[in-house]
């Protein structure tokens, strides 16, 4: 691995600073289980790390709240998804991390750096040798014509079609939850609907966060749907791996009539991915399952696999249906 210099700061106003300071390309370091992996392949070189580990105020988790949950980015993985409040009222945002990696990455990881995980398309990950529009912008893009099984069925660009990995911000995105982060221009919110970008012309640019933006905290409503909701995921070994398709879903039915749907898709998508047609096919009318199935297939409406993952647009159909008739059982 290369030589950086590494800063490790108390508060968040001065690792905003740090970083602000630094030479472009400097990184905040959390848990470090996606950033030290990128380093050690090449990837990522930041010539500063800002080891935001130490910082007061961001590791809790703070349920109080009437209107909503909110959780500080340091708060490790595992520790939300033990929350009692978080199993009980936003069932799907629990199970979206115990279904993530395995326990010692959950222990060591946290939320805020699960959100801006990046892509684990094999040729990003692979080395020079590989076209990457996402590595090296404007080199091309070797998944289009080679193996991408893996790959993107939804929001695909002709420049990039990889999956975005991660978990967690597709429950989130389904429950309409925001950041809020902190730089040397202040404090703003973010959608986590819109924090991650479509790849269009410019894989590279993978969220709409500046580069000296900080994380501080995640905010979630809390909603009936949330009750009633689930976190359904596929994926080629029961656990410690990535979704080839995941649905989070959620309901809130009133004498078995939709008043409220939240469906957003994992591991088919360049980015989290929120189903709205679907979820207006389904509210104001009885809840079935063949208005599931409906709902499902519309989600999927506009897919454009690839010519090894055609097979992620049945899967996806099924995984969003059975993760409805799930979220009813429960609501
Ligand atoms: C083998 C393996 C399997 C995995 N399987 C899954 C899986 O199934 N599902 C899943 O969702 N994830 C999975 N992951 C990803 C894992 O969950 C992430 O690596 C982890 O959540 C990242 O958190 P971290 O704190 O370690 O982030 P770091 O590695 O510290 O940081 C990640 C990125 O976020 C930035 N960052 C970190 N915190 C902040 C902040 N507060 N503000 C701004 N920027 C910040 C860093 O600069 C860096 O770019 C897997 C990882 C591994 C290694
Ligand atoms: S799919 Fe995206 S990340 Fe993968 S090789 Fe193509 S440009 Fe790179």
């Known amino acids: 691995m290369h030589d950086f210099a590494y800063h490790r700061p108390r508060s968040s106003a001065e690792a905003v600073q740090l970083l602000a300071r630094s030479q472009p390309g400097a990184r905040y370091f959390a848990g470090g289980t996606t950033l030290f992996d990128l380093m050690k392949l090449g990837v990522e070189a930041p010539a500063t790390v800002i080891d935001i580990g130490r910082v007061e105020g961001l590791r809790e988790i703070d349920a109080s709240d009437r209107a909503e949950l909110r959780i500080g980015a340091l708060a490790a993985m595992s520790d939300v998804a033990e929350h009692p409040v978080v199993q009980r009222e936003f069932t799907a945002l629990s199970e979206s991390l115990w279904k993530a990696a395995s326990q010692q990455l959950r222990n060591m990881a946290s939320v805020g750096g699960n959100l801006l ?100 905290r995640i905010r979630v409503p809390r909603t009936p749907a949330g009750r009633a909701s689930t976190y359904h995921k596929i994926r080629d070994r029961e656990s410690y791996a990535f979704a080839l398709a995941s649905a989070a879903v959620g309901l809130h039915l009133r004498a078995n009539r939709v008043v409220d749907a939240r469906i957003a898709l994992g591991g088919v998508a360049t980015h989290p991915w929120r189903a709205l ?50 979220a009813r059982d429960r609501s």
């Open 277 to 326: 047609e679907a979820e207006r096919s389904l509210v104001g009318r009885p809840f079935t399952q063949a208005a599931a199935r409906r709902a499902a297939e519309i989600a999927f409406a506009q897919a454009k696999p690839l010519e090894h993952n055609g097979f992620k647009v049945a899967l996806g159909i099924e995984t969003v249906t059975d993760a409805l008739m799930l």
């Open 117 to 216: 995980q990046r892509t684990r398309c094999a040729y990003f990950r692979g080395g020079p040798e590989f076209a990457c529009n996402k590595r090296v912008p404007g080199s091309g893009c070797a998944a289009l014509a080679g193996v991408n099984r893996g790959h993107a069925v939804l929001g695909g660009s002709e420049a990039c079609v990889a999956v975005y990995p991660g978990d967690w911000a597709v429950a989130l995105a389904a429950f309409d939850a925001q950041v809020d982060t902190l730089s040397p221009r202040g404090e703003r919110a973010v959608a986590v609907r819109e924090l991650h970008r479509a790849p269009g012309a410019t894989p590279h640019l993978e969220t709409v966060l500046a580069a000296d933006e900080l994380i501080v």
